[in-house]
């Protein structure tokens, strides 16, 4: 079967603003920014079974929380991009409230967290499988380079590609790599893999630190430094 040829389209509209729009009845993604660091969480909804999925609980839980209730969603889980502190901050109050969430994250980053010894853990790896409902899913992928076992985590509709990254790319920047577990060279490999992903996809931050919420990972292939850096030594000299 031949793929069209890909028409440039424009954002969706909940996603193309400059503030996170929270709750978005019908959409896909309801989208928050939270805590004093600028995260944006997400929450990715399978409508249809009303199951979500909610990544990276900063420190403020109870907008999410109060959601889940009034739109009667029922939470499949809770996936970390990455363990640093200010993208779990809100972890422990959410298990508190729902203590038999399952908490997906790759084994790299389990060393840093503090959570009781009956918190339901499931390890996940590169090609790895969360499931939303009752037939869509999260590919995951392994994108080291600002912590060793950063994820970027993937979810195709019938209409979009989506692109949860994490601190692992922002909107025409990348995540830092002079923390713990952090590397040039692993980042580089990382970025290189996600240039290669179809241009449609929707790149989704783990912080709002442009004035946009969300991008097209076309644009960042003609915008971001990091994505244009073609060699290491050019990447590892970006300011």
């Given at each position: 079967m031949t793929?069209?040829?890909?028409?440039?389209?424009?954002?969706?509209?909940?996603?193309?603003?400059?503030?996170?729009?929270?709750?978005?009845?019908?959409?896909?993604?309801a989208q928050?920014?939270?805590?004093?660091?600028?995260?944006?969480?997400?929450?990715?909804?399978?409508?249809?079974?009303?199951?979500?999925l909610w990544?990276?609980?900063?420190?403020?839980?109870?907008?999410?929380?109060?959601?889940?209730?009034?739109?009667?969603?029922?939470?499949?889980?809770?996936?970390?991009?990455?363990?640093?502190?200010?993208?779990?901050?809100?972890?422990?109050?959410?298990?508190?409230?729902?203590?038999?969430?399952?908490?997906?994250?790759?084994?790299?980053?389990?060393?840093?967290?503090?959570?009781?010894?009956?918190?339901?853990?499931?390890?996940?790896?590169?090609?790895?499988?969360?499931?939303?409902?009752?037939?869509?899913?999260?590919?995951?992928?392994?994108?080291?380079?600002?912590?060793?076992?950063?994820?970027?985590?993937?979810?195709?509709?019938?209409?979009?590609?989506?692109?949860?990254?994490?601190?692992?790319?922002?909107?025409?920047?990348?995540?830092?790599?002079?923390?713990?577990?952090?590397?040039?060279?692993?980042?580089?490999?990382?970025?290189?893999?996600?240039?290669?992903?179809?241009?449609?996809?929707?790149?989704?931050?783990?912080?709002?630190?442009?004035?946009?919420?969300?991008?097209?990972?076309?644009?960042?292939?003609?915008?971001?430094?990091?994505?244009?850096?073609?060699?290491?030594?050019?990447?590892?000299?970006?300011?």
């Open positions: 793929r069209q040829p890909y028409v440039k389209r424009p954002l969706p509209e909940a996603l193309s603003r400059s503030t996170a729009q929270g709750w978005a009845v019908g959409e896909p993604i928050f920014e939270l805590g004093p660091y600028r995260n944006f969480v997400y929450v990715v909804i399978d409508w249809a079974s009303r199951k979500a990544i990276d609980p900063a420190i403020e839980v109870a907008p999410i929380l109060q959601g889940l209730q009034d739109h009667q969603l029922e939470l499949a889980g809770v996936a970390l991009t990455h363990t640093h502190h200010d993208h779990i901050a809100g972890l422990p109050a959410l298990l508190t409230n729902l203590p038999n969430t399952i908490v997906h994250l790759h084994a790299a980053e389990a060393h840093r967290l503090k959570l009781p010894q009956k918190t339901r853990l499931n390890i996940v790896e590169e090609g790895s499988r969360i499931p939303l409902g009752e037939a869509t899913q999260l590919e995951v992928f392994h994108t080291p380079g600002h912590s060793a076992g950063e994820l970027c985590l993937r979810y195709i509709t019938h209409a979009e590609h989506y692109l949860f990254t994490g601190d692992t790319l922002f909107i025409r920047e990348c995540g830092r790599t002079d923390l713990p577990t952090g590397n040039d060279r692993d980042l580089f490999q990382t970025l290189q893999r996600i240039k290669n992903l179809p241009p449609e996809t929707i790149v989704l931050p783990g912080h709002h630190y442009a004035p946009e919420c969300a991008s097209r990972l076309e644009d960042e292939l003609q915008t971001s430094p990091p994505l244009l850096a073609q060699t290491l030594e050019e990447f590892a000299a970006l300011p």
